[in-house]
């Protein structure tokens, strides 16, 4: 199933604060996309609004072509699965998982035995067949998972939307719950949006990443897109560390304001600019500066982490260990070639549009 | 003071029972020695009398319809106020629990000012012939009045803690409102609802006050139980004004019992 | 920007329970009480004014509220000694006594009115012991304030217990390594913190206490200027046919009660948002 999303706009409830302001946002059918961003970027809202909780909301929520507002539930065919699993504690595992089913309307409503198999079914697949008669409150938390999982999966929807479904697991069963999620998607043949804040996570088990910031839409682009291209220093700082360096462009290069980074080649046009790169993305070259550099204990990867001395400023880089005599010699310069340069928090070099040109021309205004 | 160290623990026990003995069990055991002091079989057969048992009727018949009707709007009104968000919950929840804070003999009063012949509709229901103050239904009004909050106090603060999470998976899954409210909320609260009721209970069989000012005391007719130990005690007849009193005490004794337990299974679950 | 439709949707029931709640706090609260406040100016405000010149309704004022404060106060070193059993001491049969404390709340006024006239009366088994000390109890005010302690007394004990409950014994342990004796850390360390809910506590006491009925007049001896309260003031002048002259009093009862409970929230709400310091006495 697919989703449109157009100018949706939601405000807080007593204040002019937005929700969600302005956001669109296509999920193709058999899609499977993650709504990543920090606590408060709305992403949840988001996923909620799509579900037809909360309310009320400008713009349009479109799946599969039609309006949902209004429609009864049983007719929408989403599955959603909560953040803490929002299982019925008083009703046992199987007849959580066949509530859907179960409050059909007496016409649509399998009969006794066809419901027991699906139930049946259901258990095999989420790989606990001994536990339909337990509660809730019985299971350890990957199993309570599973099992809302196969709650929302019983009336067989075709958009499946999860809030955070790996936040209260530890991380061995997490690993596990999302490859096995990511099967289950793509055996079923589901269309679906996962919200949560873990950045690796989302890179992991979806195909696309919508990375959301204070209501907004940052930038909406397929997983290995992200890191190459980021539509704002914002973007790159919320996939994982990244070092900043302010400078300017000037006769084709990028100089650096800090002393001993060297240099690089940047093809726009004149003017203040800001890169942005990785730890391990830096490199040390020997004589290229007065730069001094010390190892730090720890490091990741099979990368050392090593502290460098510019002037004043001091930062920390990822390097391979067969670099780290380099060191000792002293005088050193940094590389930082492969940074992604942005002016006013807009990318400056090959950056590829963002899905929703209006969204970042927006960011560029604020 | 601090801690449960062995003599203060013990000096604070005594007192304990003391002050419970002296203020609490005491009533009580007198109630029981007085309905007895003629024998069980006297204290019996003054139950038996025909005014007694009509204010037994009396009573059942006011306590069954308070309780349904205070029950099913305790219900609506705490899951109005738990499970969603609007202006003015705040002044609701106070108008919910005002009634605690209003006299008895003002909760008879006031269907007084519109029920009784000089009330605002008094002149009506006379030409047309309808009692109401002075009699049943008034009895039943100053009782759904006295009655009025204590299922919805029961049950707010246990769903508040619930959340809704719960119904929003119901209505995802296709659950409609009483759907969800039948078999997800209220399974879920379902210690809170009875212990609520049973207070509910409690507290219609044995108002007074309000019952007091809107009956008339027509022996056999607008008496309830509590009616009913009034005028046999005004009338020096202690032995069965006791008996009639102990069957009311038995049954406090019981509520209070019933939720203690149900409040220690419900701490329990919830935590 | 154009016009945007505003779509509802969300948790199904809110209409219906909006609709059911009203209707049933419109009809069976706020349509009588809006009467009691009506009432009076009905006829213009001649007869509040008379009613207001009426010495027998200061006098029952006087006796329920003197009595009623008195009655809150010694409930409260009661109320405290019971809540700090229940959840500090070892306590044999403490499920029972837990049980019991809600006694008053679930015995019938009728039913604790007749008891204690008999067993505060000249014959009772506490009333004759004390008036062979030459004390009398029932049929004065000292006997209203018996029956209101009675009924007062579960309200400092549920207030109390569950903010005793959230204290934890850690604090006290560390005021006694500190070297604080025993008086010191009780009134330093325990009381403070514990201050907000008994006080919250004896305005919810006092509140009932001002409008108590059932569980008084029985041992009260209803004498005006004397040993009559409020409430039963009321009903005399129903029994006159003095609408004005009950609806005054009622009104004034109400609106005392009102003032305590809104109080009591007051304090609640600057407690939880930590306006009240925990440590500051």
Same mark, same amino acid.
């Given at each position: 199933?697919?989703?449109?999303?157009?100018?949706?706009?939601?405000?807080?409830?007593?204040?002019?604060?937005?929700?969600?302001?302005?956001?669109?946002?296509?999920?193709?059918?058999?899609?499977?996309?993650?709504?990543?961003?920090?606590?408060?970027?709305?992403?949840?809202?988001?996923?909620?609004?799509?579900?037809?909780?909360?309310?009320?909301?400008?713009?349009?929520?479109?799946?599969?072509?039609?309006?949902?507002?209004?429609?009864?539930?049983?007719?929408?065919?989403?599955?959603?699965?909560?953040?803490?699993?929002?299982?019925?504690?008083?009703?046992?595992?199987?007849?959580?998982?066949?509530?859907?089913?179960?409050?059909?309307?007496?016409?649509?409503?399998?009969?006794?035995?066809?419901?027991?198999?699906?139930?049946?079914?259901?258990?095999?697949?989420?790989?606990?067949?001994?536990?339909?008669?337990?509660?809730?409150? /019985?299971?350890?938390?990957? /199993?309570?998972?599973?099992?809302?999982?196969?709650?929302?999966?019983?009336?067989?929807?075709?958009?499946?939307?999860?809030?955070?479904?790996?936040?209260?697991?530890?991380?061995?069963?997490?690993? /596990?719950?999302?490859?096995?999620?990511?099967?289950?998607?793509?055996?079923?043949?589901?269309?679906?949006?996962?919200?949560?804040?873990?950045?690796?996570?989302?890179?992991?088990?979806?195909?696309?990443?919508?990375?959301?910031?204070?209501?907004?839409?940052? /930038?909406?682009?397929?997983?290995?897109?992200?890191?190459?291209?980021?539509?704002?220093?914002?973007?790159?700082?919320?996939?994982?560390?990244?070092?900043?360096?302010?400078? *300017?462009?000037?006769?084709?290069?990028?100089?650096?304001?800090?002393?001993?980074?060297?240099?690089?080649?940047?093809?726009?046009?004149?003017?203040?600019?800001?890169?942005?790169?990785?730890?391990?993305?830096? *490199?040390?070259?020997?004589?290229?500066?007065?730069?001094?550099?010390?190892?730090?204990?720890?490091?990741?990867?099979?990368?050392?982490?090593?502290?460098?001395?510019?002037?004043?400023?001091?930062?920390?880089?990822?390097?391979?260990?067969?670099?780290?005599?380099?060191?000792?010699?002293?005088?050193?310069?940094?590389?930082?070639?492969?940074?992604?340069?942005?002016?006013?928090?807009?990318?400056?070099?090959?950056?590829?549009?963002?899905?929703?040109?209006?969204? *970042?021309?927006?960011?560029?205004?604020? | 003071?601090?801690?449960?160290?062995?003599?203060?623990?013990?000096?604070?026990?005594?007192?304990?029972?003391?002050?419970?003995?002296?203020?609490?069990?005491?009533?009580?055991?007198?109630?029981?020695?007085?309905?007895?002091?003629?024998?069980?079989?006297?204290?019996?057969?003054?139950?038996?009398?025909?005014?007694?048992?009509?204010?037994?009727?009396?009573?059942?018949?006011?306590?069954?319809?308070?309780?349904?009707?205070?029950?099913?709007?305790?219900?609506?009104?705490?899951?109005?106020?738990?499970?969603?968000?609007?202006?003015?919950?705040?002044?609701?929840?106070?108008?919910?629990?005002?009634?605690?804070?209003?006299?008895?003999?003002?909760?008879?009063?006031?269907?007084?000012?519109?029920?009784?012949?000089?009330?605002?509709?008094?002149?009506?229901?006379?030409?047309?012939?309808?009692?109401?103050?002075?009699?049943?239904?008034?009895?039943?009004?100053?009782?759904?009045?006295?009655?009025?909050?204590?299922?919805?106090?029961?049950?707010?603060?246990?769903?508040?803690?619930?959340?809704?999470?719960?119904?929003?998976?119901?209505?995802?899954?296709?659950?409609?409102?009483?759907?969800?409210?039948?078999?997800?909320?209220?399974?879920?609260?379902?210690?809170?609802?009875?212990?609520?009721?049973?207070?509910?209970?409690?507290?219609?069989?044995?108002?007074?006050?309000?019952?007091?000012?809107?009956?008339?005391?027509?022996?056999?007719?607008?008496?309830?139980?509590?009616?009913?130990?009034?005028?046999?005690?005004?009338?020096?007849?202690?032995?069965?004004?006791?008996?009639?009193?102990?069957?009311?005490?038995?049954?406090?004794?019981?509520?209070?019992?019933?939720?203690?337990?149900?409040?220690?299974?419900?701490?329990?679950?919830?935590? | 920007?154009?016009?945007?439709?505003?779509?509802?949707?969300?948790?199904? %029931?809110?209409?219906?329970?909006?609709?059911?709640?009203?209707?049933?706090? %419109?009809?069976?609260?706020?349509?009588?009480?809006?009467?009691?406040?009506?009432?009076?100016?009905?006829?213009? $405000? %001649?007869?509040?004014?008379?009613?207001?010149?009426?010495?027998?309704?200061?006098?029952?004022?006087?006796?329920?509220?003197?009595?009623?404060?008195?009655?809150?106060?010694?409930?409260?070193?009661?109320?405290?000694?019971?809540?700090?059993?229940?959840?500090?001491?070892?306590?044999?049969?403490?499920?029972?006594?837990?049980?019991?404390?809600?006694?008053?709340?679930?015995?019938?006024?009728?039913?604790?009115?007749?008891?204690?006239?008999?067993?505060?009366?000249?014959?009772?088994?506490?009333?004759?012991?004390?008036?062979?000390?030459?004390?009398?109890?029932?049929?004065?005010?000292?006997?209203?304030?018996?029956?209101?302690?009675?009924?007062?007394?579960?309200?400092?004990?549920?207030?109390?217990?569950?903010?005793?409950?959230?204290?934890?014994?850690?604090?006290?342990?560390?005021?006694?390594?500190?070297?604080?004796?025993?008086?010191?850390?009780?009134?330093?360390?325990?009381?403070?913190?514990?201050?907000?809910?008994?006080?919250?506590?004896?305005?919810?006491?006092?509140?009932?206490?001002?409008?108590?009925?059932? $569980?008084?007049?029985?041992?009260?001896?209803?004498?005006?200027?004397?040993?009559?309260?409020?409430?039963?003031?009321?009903?005399?002048?129903?029994?006159?046919?003095?609408?004005?002259?009950?609806?005054?009093?009622?009104?004034?009862?109400?609106? $005392?009660?009102?003032?305590?409970?809104?109080?009591?929230?007051?304090?609640?709400?600057?407690?939880?948002?930590?306006?009240?310091?925990?440590?500051?006495?």
């Amino acid at each position: 199933m697919s989703v449109q999303i157009q100018s949706l706009t939601r405000h807080a409830p007593k204040a002019s604060r937005r929700l969600l302001d302005d956001v669109s946002l296509t999920v193709e059918d058999g899609a499977f996309v993650a709504l990543v961003g920090p606590s408060g970027a709305g992403k949840t809202t988001l996923l909620r609004t799509i579900a037809g909780l909360d309310g009320p909301y400008e713009g349009s929520v479109l799946v599969d072509g039609q309006a949902l507002a209004g429609r009864p539930m049983r007719e929408r065919r989403i599955g959603f699965v909560f953040q803490n699993y929002a299982l019925f504690r008083h009703m046992t595992v199987a007849r959580n998982i066949s509530f859907g089913l179960d409050v059909l309307p007496r016409r649509a409503r399998p009969d006794r035995a066809a419901i027991a198999a699906r139930v049946a079914e259901l258990l095999e697949l989420i790989q606990l067949p001994a536990l339909g008669g337990a509660y809730p409150d /019985q299971l350890s938390g990957g /199993q309570r998972q599973r099992v809302a999982l196969a709650r929302a999966l019983a009336t067989k929807p075709g958009l499946l939307l999860l809030d955070e479904p790996f936040g209260a697991l530890d991380p061995i069963v997490r690993r /596990q719950i999302r490859r096995w999620l990511r099967g289950l998607h793509d055996q079923l043949g589901l269309t679906t949006i996962l919200v949560t804040h873990d950045h690796e996570e989302a890179l992991e088990v979806a195909d696309r990443l919508v990375v959301m910031q204070d209501g907004r839409i940052v /930038q909406d682009a397929a997983a290995e897109m992200l890191d190459v291209a980021p539509a704002t220093p914002f973007v790159m700082e919320f996939l994982g560390e990244a070092l900043e360096f302010a400078g *300017r462009i000037a006769h084709g290069r990028f100089e650096p304001d800090d002393q001993d980074v060297l240099s690089f080649p940047a093809g726009a046009g004149e003017g203040p600019a800001t890169a942005f790169l990785r730890p391990h993305e830096t *490199r040390l070259v020997a004589g290229g500066g007065a730069a001094r550099a010390t190892p730090l204990a720890g490091g990741r990867g099979g990368l050392r982490r090593v502290e460098v001395a510019l002037g004043a400023r001091v930062v920390e880089i990822l390097v391979p260990p067969e670099r780290l005599d380099l060191i000792g010699a002293g005088g050193l310069g940094l590389e930082i070639g492969r940074a992604r340069l942005f002016r006013d928090g807009v990318p400056l070099t090959g950056a590829p549009p963002a899905a929703n040109g209006r969204e *970042r021309a927006r960011v560029a205004a604020g | 003071m601090a801690g449960p160290s062995g003599r203060g623990n013990a000096v604070l026990v005594a007192a304990t029972y003391l002050t419970v003995l002296a203020v609490l069990v005491l009533p009580v055991l007198l109630v029981m020695a007085e309905a007895l002091r003629a024998g069980l079989p006297a204290a019996w057969r003054s139950l038996l009398d025909p005014d007694a048992l009509s204010a037994i009727r009396l009573t059942l018949v006011v306590t069954l319809v308070a309780v349904a009707v205070n029950t099913a709007g305790g219900v609506m009104a705490a899951w109005l106020v738990t499970k969603y968000r609007f202006r003015g919950r705040g002044v609701l929840v106070a108008l919910i629990e005002l009634p605690i804070s209003v006299s008895p003999v003002i909760a008879g009063l006031v269907w007084l000012l519109l029920f009784g012949r000089q009330g605002w509709w008094g002149g009506w229901l006379e030409r047309h012939d309808i009692q109401i103050a002075f009699a049943t239904p008034g009895i039943l009004l100053a009782t759904l009045f006295v009655t009025f909050p204590y299922v919805a106090r029961t049950l707010m603060p246990l769903m508040e803690q619930q959340g809704r999470e719960a119904e929003e998976a119901a209505f995802l899954l296709g659950a409609g409102f009483w759907r969800t409210l039948w078999s997800v909320t209220l399974p879920d609260a379902r210690w809170a609802l009875l212990s609520g009721i049973l207070l509910t209970t409690a507290r219609a069989i044995g108002e007074f006050g309000a019952v007091s000012v809107v009956s008339g005391h027509i022996p056999g007719l607008t008496e309830t139980m509590p009616l009913h130990i009034e005028t046999l005690y005004n009338g020096y007849q202690t032995v069965a004004a006791f008996a009639m009193a102990a069957l009311l005490a038995l049954i406090a004794m019981a509520t209070v019992l019933l939720r203690s337990f149900l409040e220690h299974d419900f701490r329990k679950a919830s935590s | 920007m154009l016009f945007r439709p505003r779509r509802r949707d969300g948790l199904p %029931g809110l209409s219906r329970s909006i609709a059911f709640t009203l209707v049933w706090i %419109g009809l069976i609260v706020m349509l009588p009480l809006a009467a009691l406040v009506l009432r009076p100016w009905q006829d213009g $405000s %001649g007869a509040v004014l008379r009613a207001l010149h009426d010495t027998r309704m200061y006098a029952a004022l006087r006796v329920s509220f003197g009595c009623a404060a008195l009655a809150a106060l010694v409930d409260v070193p009661l109320g405290l000694l019971l809540a700090w059993a229940l959840v500090r001491a070892r306590l044999p049969g403490r499920r029972a006594v837990d049980a019991l404390i809600d006694l008053p709340f679930a015995l019938p006024t009728a039913v604790t009115g007749i008891t204690l006239a008999t067993l505060y009366g000249p014959t009772g088994w506490i009333g004759a012991p004390l008036a062979r000390a030459g004390i009398r109890v029932a049929y004065t005010p000292a006997g209203i304030v018996v029956a209101l302690m009675f009924v007062g007394l579960p309200f400092i004990v549920r207030a109390v217990e569950p903010v005793l409950r959230g204290l934890p014994p850690e604090l006290e342990e560390a005021g006694v390594l500190l070297g604080a004796s025993p008086m010191q850390n009780f009134r330093r360390v325990v009381l403070p913190p514990l201050l907000p809910p008994l006080v919250a506590g004896f305005g919810l006491a006092f509140a009932r206490c001002i409008g108590e009925y059932g $569980s008084v007049i029985f041992i009260a001896g209803n004498q005006p200027f004397r040993s009559e309260i409020a409430p039963l003031l009321i009903v005399v002048r129903l029994q006159e046919y003095d609408y004005d002259g009950a609806t005054a009093i009622a009104l004034i009862l109400l609106l $005392s009660a009102l003032a305590c409970m809104t109080g009591v929230a007051a304090l609640r709400r600057r407690v939880s948002r930590g306006l009240v310091a925990r440590g500051a006495a």
